[in-house]
């Protein structure tokens, strides 16, 4: 190893921070100016990590929480070796098309393991991570499967309320192999975090389950002794490192100014001459950056070992693992669904679609008994979302297939990305459908990453009936349709549901919503095609006798009030159709001519669905009829619900009439 002593190549991560900062006149660069030594420390003693191969399965995982600080993870990235994280991207920071963006995105640069930026998401998203270790460690054995979890959090993240659910969930279930590195430089925007905060991290962690302790963070003997003891721990583990934010800057060191906004010319002068940095922009002394590139693939040892001792597999569990980390289906999963399709057919199933999706999960589960990762946010009685043969996951369980997230519907969703981006599972998480709300900082980051999870909402409406406004969702499918890459399901029956399960779990470029009943419906559909219609997001479910005047669009468990509307409209010599819409937005995503064929030109075109009209214009036009909500619901058996808000049949034959004369 080349003799390059600590602060030497601390000071190669503050100085790049500063330039690139300095150069894009945006940024952040206090962050990695305090916590360098942390992140030197930790890449050069302990992380296991090859920068010549960053995705192998082993690896230790690297998340910065503080995305903000995100010069930190790029400069060290380069430092290493990287071979896309190049000096000129260096140089390009927070630039169009450049792989150094303001925050750290996972789809953009390699080596960054997950996006992160608002703030929480980070170590929430790493207990994914460092659960999905512990299950597949379970299944695969430590000789496969052994590795870390290490996360720098801020002030900001622990702040965020996010972070309490995570660290519950952490400590709850022992997830020792997660080590969080608490960058405590008691600085946020708006000065010091006394200004709004109090808590005693330290114990705020102890009191969650984890081994917790306070260290000097400039001090690099001090960080390595806790980091090493972590890794004995039998507990996830937090190590408070008290640091400097802009560590060295002249007047700008331990204050706000450090936080947000470029140092300046002067105090960038006066912070490099206090550290010992040449004031050349983006230099690094040649052996500095050899000792760096030597850390770098201070990993490959182990990486071999590694491969040697996966390549003493059997080829079929080989074979088996890989084919999980790629999230690719097993064979067996398309006849599971062909099977539970013609048994539909031959015995429908009248009951609510929470329920028929029940049915479902029993035969994903019996074809993927492994990967098929459930869970709920103590809803497990409602969102039906359990299979027969699943057991719970605990600490003591690592091998149980069922989560209890408890209320922690945010924790629960942020979760499960980090379960989808470690790889091995097909992660679904439920609640009630209105508590996306809960969820949806970690859903829209779900969308933006591309992460294949699956979301089993259930009570999708007024249909809920007596809990009331509260729990009754009327904006949520607009909201969710509204999120680019969120692809929303609301089935109609027990074919649809089938259909829809189908899809989200072939999906592995995005997240899927399924939005379920609690009340009864009854099966619709009596074919099932292996087109799967439903992944046009519509299609017309029965043609009118003729041809159509009226097109009735709905969704979920208003197509069956369509179904009854087109009749009575037939009693009055008015021909229409029927066109159920499972995902609205995916419809919308059609190419115009298929969208053209499925909407039709009808000159009456009614849209049916017990949410808000939002979003239904581009199917109906401004003046098609919509009935559906138009406020919030109310208290009352959900039969007496729909007849209090107008959405019955009778309402849309109303409608047609008014607009056939």
């Not at 906004?261 to 002394?285: C, H, M, R, T």
């Not at 869970?375 to 359990?386: F, R």
């Not at 009055?572 to 064929?597: H, K, N, T």
Request: net charge neutral; glycine share 10%.
């Amino acid at each position: 190893m080349t003799q390059v002593d600590h602060t030497g190549m601390a000071n190669a991560i503050r100085g790049l921070a500063m330039d690139a900062v300095e150069k894009a006149k945006s940024g952040h660069p206090g962050l990695p100016m305090g916590a360098a030594d942390i992140a030197t420390v930790l890449f050069t003693q302990f992380l296991k990590y090859d920068a010549r191969e960053p995705k192998w399965p082993d690896r230790d995982r690297f998340v910065l929480s503080a995305g903000h600080g995100s010069m930190l993870l790029y400069a060290l990235l380069y430092l290493t070796g990287n071979a896309e994280m190049t000096l000129d991207q260096i140089k390009r920071f927070r630039q169009v098309d450049s792989l150094t963006p303001g925050h750290p995105e996972n789809f953009r640069t390699n080596g960054v393991e997950t996006t992160t930026g608002p703030l929480g998401q980070g170590i929430a998203t790493s207990v994914g991570m460092a659960l999905a270790e512990k299950m597949l460690a379970a299944e695969f054995g430590k000789k496969i499967v052994s590795h870390h979890t290490y996360v720098l959090v801020s002030d900001g993240d622990l702040m965020e309320g996010v972070s309490q659910e995570a660290i519950a969930l952490a400590g709850h279930w022992k997830l020792n192999k997660l080590i969080v590195l608490y960058d405590d430089n008691g600085i946020s925007i708006d000065g010091p975090t006394s200004l709004a905060d109090s808590v005693d991290q330290v114990k705020r962690f102890k009191s969650a389950g984890w081994a917790a302790e306070l260290i000097d963070g400039q001090d690099q003997k001090a960080i390595a002794a806790a980091i090493a003891r972590a890794q004995k721990s039998n507990k996830p583990s937090m190590i408070a490192c008290r640091t400097t934010i802009g560590y060295g800057a002249p007047t700008k060191a331990g204050t706000a100014k450090a936080h947000g906004e470029a140092l300046g010319a002067d105090e960038l002068k006066g912070a490099k001459e206090n550290l010992g940095i040449s004031l050349e922009p983006f230099s690094v002394p040649d052996n500095v950056l050899k000792a760096w590139r030597e850390a770098g693939v201070r990993g490959a040892a182990a990486r071999k070992e590694w491969e040697a001792r996966y390549a003493e597999l059997g080829p079929r569990k080989r074979a088996e693992f890989e084919r999980r980390l790629r999230h690719e289906r097993p064979a067996s999963l398309a006849k599971a669904f062909r099977d539970h399709k013609k048994k539909l057919l031959e015995a429908p199933l009248n009951v609510a679609t929470r329920k028929s999706s029940e049915a479902v999960i029993e035969a994903i589960a019996a074809a993927m008994p492994l990967e098929f990762l459930a869970g709920s946010a103590d809803l497990t009685g409602s969102n039906n979302n359990k299979a027969k043969s699943a057991t719970d996951f605990s600490a003591k369980t690592p091998k149980g297939r069922f989560i209890h997230y408890g209320i922690r519907e945010h924790g629960m969703a942020a979760a499960m990305n980090g379960i989808f981006l470690h790889g091995g599972f097909a992660p679904n998480g439920a609640t009630f459908l209105v508590f996306t709300d809960y969820a949806r900082p970690a859903m829209r980051l779900a969308a933006l990453m591309g992460t294949g999870v699956v979301y089993v909402m259930t009570h999708d409406s007024i249909g809920l009936g007596e809990d009331g406004p509260t729990h009754q969702p009327v904006e949520h499918l607009a909201a969710l349709r509204a999120i680019p890459n969120m692809r929303v399901f609301r089935p109609c029956d027990a074919v649809e549901v089938a259909e829809c399960w189908e899809l989200a779990l072939n999906r592995i470029d995005g997240p899927t919503v399924l939005a379920l009943t609690r009340q009864n419906v009854p099966q619709l559909r009596t074919t099932a095609p292996n087109d799967n219609p439903c992944a046009h997001g519509a299609y017309e479910l029965v043609a009118a006798q003729g041809e159509a005047r009226v097109s009735l669009f709905a969704s979920g468990s208003e197509v069956e009030i369509a179904v009854a509307a087109q009749k009575q409209v037939a009693e009055r010599g008015i021909a229409s159709r029927v066109v159920s819409v499972p995902s609205l937005e995916l419809l919308l995503a059609q190419p115009a001519d298929r969208q053209r064929a499925v909407i039709g030109n009808a000159p009456v075109k009614v849209a049916i669905e017990a949410a808000v009209r939002f979003g239904w214009d581009a199917v109906i036009g401004h003046d098609g009829a919509f009935i559906g909500m138009h406020g919030f619901g109310e208290s009352g058996p959900a039969k007496d619900l729909f007849k209090h808000f107008g959405i019955t049949a009778e309402a849309v034959v109303n409608a047609v009439l008014k607009r056939t004369g």
